[in-house]
Structures are given as structure tokens and as C-alpha cells.
């Protein structure tokens, strides 16, 4: 079997995922209220979110006003999340790995009425490659894969 079929699939599941964090900033800026995107590594999938839910926390009490969830697996087998090979943190200032690939307070990027959000990644991974899904404070974000000994 060939490597650049799963390879392309796991591409396409984290280009989703950007895609997602994108659309989440951009609905926080339309509605002028905070919007996010809540991973759920347990069960290798993540949600976009409209609201924190009653306790007024994304990401917590499992009571989020979800949007849509989209498990990893129908992007292909093999795909969850997790580093892979990579030796490096994908984070600015780099130190440990998330024991549970997403760096996120509480599992979630959240975006405020103006685009800025908390900084993390999440990262991906199938039997041959990893890739890394981040957000500077900023609103800044960043898609990577892992090869050569670096994030590229």
C-alpha cells in the first residue's frame, strides 16, 4: 500500500480543523460574541461552539452550545490526535508535549469579538506523520507537519 493516500487524508483533517478555527473566528468578529472549537481527544473529535453553555465555560460541564462535531475517523483510519514522530513542541517557547495533544486551556480556542483568542495547538497523527494546528493570542493561525527532525 501506498504511503500518500493516509498521508493526504491526515492532511485533509488538519486543514479541516484550521478551517474550522478560522470560521469560529470569524463568526466571534460577525456576532460580536465569543465563538470556539472544543477537542474532544477521548473520543477523537472536536466541536465548533456558538456558547459556553450555562456555566459559561467553554469546554467544560458538557454543556457547550455545539454547532457541529466532527470525528477524526471520517477523514480516514488511523487518524487521532496525537505528535507522532516529533521530538519538538509545536507552541511558541516549546517545553512538554499535552499528554493529550491539545495544549488548549480546558481542550478549547476560544475567539473574542475582535479575533484574539488563547494561544495552543493540537496535534494529529497517523502511523507515518504528524501534524501541528495553532493559534497565537493574536488570532494568528498556524498549520504545520512534522519532517526532518523539525515542524515545516
Do not use: H
Amino acid at each position: 500500500a501506498t504511503v500518500w493516500l493516509p498521508n493526504y487524508y491526515l492532511r485533509n483533517a488538519a486543514m479541516d480543523i484550521f478551517s474550522n478555527i478560522q470560521y469560529a473566528k470569524t463568526e466571534a468578529v460577525r456576532l460580536d460574541s465569543p465563538y470556539a472549537v472544543v477537542f474532544d481527544p477521548g473520543n477523537d473529535s472536536f466541536s465548533l461552539v456558538s456558547g459556553p453553555g450555562a456555566n459559561g465555560i467553554f469546554g467544560t460541564g458538557n454543556d457547550d452550545d455545539v454547532v457541529r462535531t466532527i470525528n477524526l475517523s471520517s477523514f480516514g483510519k488511523n487518524i487521532v490526535f496525537g505528535k507522532g514522530n516529533a521530538t519538538v513542541n509545536f507552541d511558541d517557547g516549546g517545553g512538554a508535549f499535552p499528554a493529550d495533544s491539545v495544549s488548549y486551556a480546558n481542550n478549547a480556542v476560544v475567539f473574542d469579538s475582535r479575533g484574539m483568542c488563547n494561544s495552543g495547538s493540537v496535534y494529529l497523527q497517523n502511523p507515518n506523520r504528524a501534524y501541528a494546528v495553532g493559534t497565537l493570542m493574536s488570532g494568528v493561525l498556524r498549520i504545520s507537519s512534522w519532517g526532518s527532525g523539525a515542524w515545516q
